[in-house]
C-alpha cells in the first residue's frame, strides 16, 4: 500500500507537541509546520492574548478558518510532519499521533514553559500561579472541543481518531521520538494497521526534559 509522508501531532496541552515534531522531523529529514506558531505569530501581531484569541474565535468562524486553510493546504505535500490539534482530521490519510499525559503533569509541563519561554510569553501564556495555568488549561480545552464540535462535528481528544497514542507522562522528549519514528516506518509498509499505545510502566521513568 501506498502510503502518504506525513505525519499529524495532535494531543493534550504540555504533551510535548512541539519538541516531539521537532525531533522527528530531524530524525527523517522531513519539514515541520505547526499551527500553534500560526496561531502565535497572529496574536503577537494583534497585540491579544491566547485567551482572547480563543474567545474570538468562538464567535468568528474565519478566524479558525484562517489557520485551517492553511493546513489543508499541505495535504498534497510529502515529507512533512505536521503539529496541529486538528492536522487528523484535515489530513485523514496522514499518520496521525495522539500525545496523552496526566493532566497533574501536564499543569506542571505548562507552566515551567510559559514562564520560561520567551516566545508563549510575548504570547500571552505566561502566568504566574500553577492555579492560573489549571484555570487556563481547563477554558482552552472546552472551548475547543465546543468550537471544533460545532464547526466540524469533531472532538480532537478523542482517542479512537489516531494510529499510535503515546503517554508521555513518563517517557522522554527523545523517547517519544523515537517511538513515533518507529511506528511510522512500520505503518509506512504495513497493509492493515491496529492503533499501537506506548506507555512506559509504572516504576520506570525516563529523564523528564520537557
Known amino acids: 500500500m ?5 505525519i499529524t501531532i495532535s494531543g493534550k496541552a504540555g504533551s510535548g507537541k512541539s519538541s516531539t515534531a521537532d525531533r522527528v522531523a530531524e530524525l527523517l529529514g522531513y519539514t515541520r509546520y505547526s499551527s500553534g506558531e500560526l496561531v502565535r505569530k497572529f496574536i503577537r501581531k494583534k497585540k491579544i492574548t491566547l485567551q482572547d484569541y480563543n474567545t474570538m474565535a468562538a464567535a468568528d468562524p474565519e478566524l479558525d478558518d484562517q489557520i485551517d486553510g492553511d ?11 505536521i503539529d496541529s490539534r486538528l492536522g487528523f482530521y484535515w489530513i485523514p490519510e496522514s499518520f496521525k499521533v495522539y500525545l496523552w ?3 497533574e503533569v501536564a499543569i506542571a509541563r505548562i507552566y515551567k514553559d510559559a514562564n520560561l519561554n520567551a516566545g508563549r510569553s510575548g504570547a500571552g501564556e505566561g502566568t504566574t500561579t500553577m492555579s492560573d495555568v489549571f484555570d487556563q488549561v481547563e477554558e482552552r480545552s472546552q472551548n475547543e472541543r465546543a468550537r471544533f464540535k460545532k464547526l466540524y462535528n469533531v472532538d480532537p481528544f478523542d482517542t479512537s481518531n ?6 508521555t507522562s513518563r517517557h522522554s522528549p527523545q523517547t517519544v521520538a523515537l517511538t513515533v519514528y518507529d511506528n511510522y516506518k512500520k505503518w509506512l509498509v504495513a497493509d492493515n494497521w491496529k492503533q499501537v499505545i506506548s506507555r512506559v510502566p509504572l516504576g520506570y521513568s525516563f529523564k523528564n526534559e520537557y
Request: charge should be positive; proline fraction near 0%; hydrophobic fraction near 40%.
Open 71 to 81: 493546513l489543508r493546504k499541505l495535504r498534497q505535500h510529502n515529507d512533512i510532519i
Open 101 to 103: 499525559l496526566d493532566t
Open 162 to 167: 489516531f494510529d499510535l497514542i503515546v503517554d
Open 2 to 6: 501506498q502510503r502518504k509522508h506525513i
